[in-house]
């Protein structure tokens, strides 16, 4: 009786063994509506979750068959996602957001994966950084103290100004991420950095520093030809000055904001409506990239990976200055900085409505959103393109097949808490845009 009771007590155990593993299989299998697609991308390390989603099988995990391709400029990337011949593209963050918020070309967008942290520099010329120099203050090694703040440029542009030429910098989109660094960067030393207006959308009315447009590949060629005096953009073409020995980074945006987002990965909101399972499937291998990304043995393969010539393209050695834990400012001086490239850590893939919001900000201080608006539409306007359950349903079915462990998984309603880690100690809390817009000396006031 004993032994039946036993054969029958094992029988159900492996039973529910089965009818779980069964469930499981079935939380695993979504049914995908569109598994041919065609990502867009820019030139830049910070594509790198795409690159290895594709070539490490993720999305073919996922039952998707994903071609990435290389666009010419972010603008070219926004109109062909807009217009359906992408299906999804790596983006600056200011571009669905720009979209949905009034400024440029209009359109429903959706970002449920945040690409990176960090990521991007200011360069100046090898000319610029010598009259610069001699107002840094220098360490007990006798190299320039860290981070450099832009009073060290102010009276170098002053120099400039007095000899008749208008200091001129590059960055990659009015919208960029790169737009608004080097703005809070200048202007957190007093510098202004120029005001956009409903009919002046050149962003350069009052400005000290006349700041251009210039697509992220160029920014090296641009420099050296002399047309524009520093930039900022991201990596590998800080990296590349330096090999080049054309200019010097000066600062990075982990000093300018500490972990602040970078790109993100855009698709629209009709695509997504059509095609729910599939934009999560998308988003599940690019969140076990971002992982693979963050391992620090990966990292070797990953800059072999980037530097091939359907990706980013750049020389392995520039790539590897910053993937792999260092940044090289002056030749020489390569310092240590682990969390330049972040993709997974600090929940770097998840979509912060707060996040959103400091680009929000940045528009509304500088004119692109000519207006003054009220405290509810910070909210409601990120809410509509920010989309973190997009991003929870992934992670959840990562979770269940033993990908991510739970704990990866913030419990958020979708705010980080306030913080001061940016150049200037500035406080930023994303539930009080307004202030945050009016405690600024420089910059349009609500």
């Given at each position: 009786m004993l032994f039946a009771l036993l054969i029958a007590s094992c029988g159900g155990k492996t039973k529910k063994a089965t009818?779980?593993?069964?469930?499981?299989?079935?939380?695993?299998?979504?049914?995908?509506?569109?598994?041919?697609?065609?990502?867009?991308?820019?030139?830049?390390?910070?594509?790198?979750?795409?690159?290895?989603?594709?070539?490490?099988?993720?999305?073919?995990?996922?039952?998707?068959?994903?071609?990435?391709?290389?666009?010419?400029n972010w603008k070219n990337i926004l109109d062909r996602v807009i217009d359906g011949q992408l299906d999804g593209s790596h983006m600056?963050?200011?571009?669905?957001?720009?979209?949905?918020?009034?400024?440029?070309?209009?359109?429903?967008?959706?970002?449920?994966?945040?690409?990176?942290?960090?990521?991007?520099?200011?360069?100046?010329?090898?000319?610029?950084?010598?009259?610069?120099?001699?107002?840094?203050?220098?360490?007990?090694?006798?190299?320039?103290?860290?981070?450099?703040?832009?009073?060290?440029?102010?009276?170098?542009?002053?120099?400039?100004?007095?000899?008749?030429k208008a200091f001129k910098m590059g960055m990659v989109f009015p919208v960029s991420t790169h737009n608004y660094e080097i703005r809070y960067w200048l202007a957190a030393a007093g510098i202004h950095p120029g005001m956009?207006?409903?009919?002046?959308?050149?962003?350069?009315?009052?400005?000290?520093?006349?700041?251009?447009?210039?697509?992220?590949?160029?920014?090296?060629?641009?420099?050296?030809?002399?047309?524009?005096?520093?930039?900022?953009?991201?990596e590998p073409w800080n990296q590349q000055a330096v090999f080049k020995g054309i200019g010097v980074p000066v600062v990075t945006n982990y000093d300018i904001w500490k972990n602040n987002p970078e790109k993100v990965f855009v698709m629209t909101k009709q695509f997504v409506e059509e095609n729910p399972n599939t934009a999560i499937a998308?988003?599940?291998?690019?969140?076990?990239?971002?992982?693979?990304?963050?391992?620090?043995?990966?990292?070797?393969?990953?800059v072999k990976i980037l530097s091939m010539s359907q990706y980013v393209g750049a020389d392995e050695a520039v790539l590897?200055?910053?993937?792999?834990?260092?940044?090289?400012f002056e030749k020489g001086d390569k310092r240590s900085m682990p969390d330049f490239n972040v993709f997974y850590k600090y929940n770097a893939?998840?979509?912060?409505?707060?996040?959103?919001?400091?680009?929000?900000?940045?528009?509304?201080?500088?004119?692109?959103?000519?207006?003054?608006?009220?405290v509810e539409w910070y909210a409601k306007t990120i809410k509509d393109i920010y989309r973190p359950d997009i991003w929870e349903k992934a992670a959840k079915l990562l979770v269940a097949e033993g990908h991510i462990p739970a704990a990866d998984i913030p419990v958020t309603d979708g705010y980080k808490p306030a913080t001061t880690d940016f150049i200037d100690g500035t406080k930023f809390d994303a539930k009080d845009p307004i202030g945050y817009i009016n405690s600024f000396s420089i910059g349009n006031k609500d």
């Amino acid at each position: 009786m004993l032994f039946a009771l036993l054969i029958a007590s094992c029988g159900g155990k492996t039973k529910k063994a089965t009818t779980e593993a069964t469930e499981e299989a079935k939380v695993a299998t979504l049914e995908i509506e569109k598994p041919q697609l065609t990502f867009g991308f820019i030139k830049l390390t910070d594509m790198a979750p795409l690159a290895i989603a594709k070539e490490k099988g993720f999305f073919e995990e996922e039952g998707l068959f994903v071609s990435v391709e290389a666009q010419s400029n972010w603008k070219n990337i926004l109109d062909r996602v807009i217009d359906g011949q992408l299906d999804g593209s790596h983006m600056l963050a200011g571009q669905p957001i720009a979209a949905g918020a009034g400024f440029g070309r209009q359109a429903e967008l959706v970002t449920p994966f945040s690409m990176d942290l960090n990521g991007n520099g200011i360069t100046v010329s090898n000319d610029v950084w010598s009259k610069m120099k001699v107002n840094v203050p220098k360490g007990a090694d006798g190299k320039p103290v860290h981070p450099i703040k832009a009073d060290a440029l102010k009276p170098v542009i002053s120099e400039y100004k007095n000899s008749g030429k208008a200091f001129k910098m590059g960055m990659v989109f009015p919208v960029s991420t790169h737009n608004y660094e080097i703005r809070y960067w200048l202007a957190a030393a007093g510098i202004h950095p120029g005001m956009y207006t409903k009919d002046n959308v050149q962003g350069q009315i009052d400005a000290e520093v006349l700041l251009s447009v210039t697509p992220p590949p160029q920014m090296p060629a641009t420099l050296e030809a002399g047309t524009i005096y520093g930039y900022c953009v991201g990596e590998p073409w800080n990296q590349q000055a330096v090999f080049k020995g054309i200019g010097v980074p000066v600062v990075t945006n982990y000093d300018i904001w500490k972990n602040n987002p970078e790109k993100v990965f855009v698709m629209t909101k009709q695509f997504v409506e059509e095609n729910p399972n599939t934009a999560i499937a998308v988003t599940k291998a690019l969140i076990r990239a971002g992982k693979w990304l963050d391992e620090p043995s990966n990292r070797a393969e990953a800059v072999k990976i980037l530097s091939m010539s359907q990706y980013v393209g750049a020389d392995e050695a520039v790539l590897a200055n910053s993937m792999t834990g260092t940044f090289e400012f002056e030749k020489g001086d390569k310092r240590s900085m682990p969390d330049f490239n972040v993709f997974y850590k600090y929940n770097a893939t998840y979509p912060f409505y707060s996040d959103g919001t400091w680009f929000l900000t940045q528009m509304r201080r500088w004119g692109q959103i000519p207006e003054a608006k009220p405290v509810e539409w910070y909210a409601k306007t990120i809410k509509d393109i920010y989309r973190p359950d997009i991003w929870e349903k992934a992670a959840k079915l990562l979770v269940a097949e033993g990908h991510i462990p739970a704990a990866d998984i913030p419990v958020t309603d979708g705010y980080k808490p306030a913080t001061t880690d940016f150049i200037d100690g500035t406080k930023f809390d994303a539930k009080d845009p307004i202030g945050y817009i009016n405690s600024f000396s420089i910059g349009n006031k609500d």
